[in-house]
């Protein structure tokens, strides 16, 4: 299976990702996350891209593409994979055929993940991550047993530094008019499958499972 999240911040992409990789045993492979690692580990690729995250804006599409190139070519892509938060302009969308049929290969689907604005802040704001295992949990939609702790591994849960209102707001301005027109580009390759997002996580995951496997509700 090689699928596409598509969806504004704060969404579900990453949550349902989890899962959908874990079903079909694909990578997940989210630009986000290797943004944040690269930061992290204080790499080049990382010092880059800090700025424009902070910000809430995007970082450079010639920039974004390599690694996505570069992450496909890996072993583990053979059979699928699953791509989480890119492409994220109509460039980068044409950049990533150019890239698959280069590798004679394409696209199954485009999972987009609709949610209304307003849930959206809220859901961003809220969430908290795993320092140690990456698991994300939200302070009231998702919340750990102990508050500020993994449930999976005990690890430590932190705040993203772009999780704050304003950096927020930006980025959903930045997904309306960079990003939102990647939902009529898939569209017209009658590749688009649009998911309620608003539901609770286990409905949206049982929902995209059938729209991906063809059965109607
Ligand atoms: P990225 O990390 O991709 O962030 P994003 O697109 O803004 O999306 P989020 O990760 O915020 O949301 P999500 O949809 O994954 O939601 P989640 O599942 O965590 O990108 C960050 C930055 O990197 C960009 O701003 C940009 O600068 C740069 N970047 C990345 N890719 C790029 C690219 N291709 N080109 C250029 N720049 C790029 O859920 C959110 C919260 O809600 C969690 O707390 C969760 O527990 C909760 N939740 C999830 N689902 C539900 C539900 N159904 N009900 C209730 N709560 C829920
Ligand atoms: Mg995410
Ligand atoms: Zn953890």
């Known amino acids: 299976?090689?699928?596409?999240?598509?969806?504004?911040?704060?969404?579900?992409?990453?949550?349902?990702?989890?899962?959908?990789?874990?079903?079909?045993?694909?990578?997940?492979?989210?630009?986000?996350?290797?943004?944040?690692?690269?930061?992290?580990?204080?790499?080049?690729?990382?010092?880059?891209a800090k700025g424009y995250m902070d910000q809430g804006l995007l970082v450079p599409d010639e920039v974004v593409v390599e690694i996505v190139e570069d992450r496909l070519k890996n072993q583990d892509c053979k059979a699928g994979f699953l791509l989480d938060g890119f492409p994220r302009t109509v460039n980068q969308a044409k950049a990533l055929e150019a890239v698959l049929s280069k590798m004679n290969t394409g696209l199954d689907k485009v999972v987009n993940i609709e949610v209304d604005k307003d849930i959206l802040v809220q859901r961003a704001v809220g969430r908290r991550i795993c320092k140690n295992c990456g698991a994300t949990y939200h302070v009231e939609f998702n919340p750990p047993e102990k508050s500020g702790i993994c449930d999976k591994c005990s690890g430590e849960l932190y705040q993203r530094d772009d999780d704050n209102e304003k950096t927020v707001g930006k980025r959903i301005e930045v997904y309306v008019e960079e990003t939102k027109p990647l939902i009529d580009f898939y569209r017209e390759k009658n590749k688009l499958v649009t998911i309620d997002g608003k539901n609770d996580i286990n409905?949206?995951?049982?929902?995209?499972?059938e729209a991906l496997e063809g059965n109607s509700l």
């Open 1 to 48: 299976m090689r699928l596409i999240l598509l969806g504004p911040p704060g969404a579900g992409k990453g949550t349902q990702a989890v899962s959908i990789s874990e079903k079909y045993k694909i990578p997940h492979i989210s630009t986000g996350d290797i943004f944040r690692y690269n930061i992290k580990m204080q790499t080049e690729l990382g010092k880059k």
């Open 203 to 209: 409905i949206v995951f049982d929902e995209i499972i």
